[in-house]
């Protein structure tokens, strides 16, 4: 059975830092892509980060200035967002997937549809 399972969300202070886990299993995790999204309330569900199986990381565009930071431990199929100096905004539902193959294609980021897993989210919530 395939399993994304997220966890290290919770309530935090303006300014503050997560790092987000994302735990993979019940899929040959070496041939797929993990992304790490996000969805406000009433809002539309946006990509954060992807890492690829071989390290390679990529950021959407809003996401590149430097606060989120993609990293993974293919030994223990484990995918981490850490996120710093977090904002009001930043509350929402993070959620990884998993797509086959890498994050990208000729056209960029692959969409959020591409993707084959997803995980049931953690809330992030940003206290101002």
């Known amino acids: 059975e395939v399993q994304l399972v997220e966890s290290g969300g919770g309530l935090v202070q303006a300014g503050g830092s997560l790092r987000l886990s994302c735990a993979a299993s019940?899929?040959?995790?070496?041939?797929?892509?993990i992304g790490w999204f996000r969805q406000a309330p009433e809002k539309e569900r946006k990509g954060v980060a992807c890492?690829?199986?071989?390290?390679?990381?990529?950021y959407w565009g809003d996401f590149m200035k430097g606060r989120f930071t993609i990293s993974s431990d293919n030994a223990k199929n484990m995918v981490y967002l850490q996120i710093n100096s977090l904002k009001p905004e930043d509350t929402a539902v993070y959620y990884c997937?998993?797509?086959?193959?890498?994050?990208?294609?000729?056209?960029?980021?692959?969409?959020?549809?591409?993707?084959?897993?997803w995980g049931q989210g953690t809330q992030v919530t940003v206290s101002s």
């Open positions: 997937a998993a797509v086959v193959g890498p994050c990208d294609n000729d056209y960029g980021l692959l969409d959020s549809r591409e993707y084959d897993y």
């Open positions: 019940g899929f040959t995790f070496d041939d797929y892509a």
């Open positions: 890492i690829s199986s071989s390290g390679g990381s990529s």
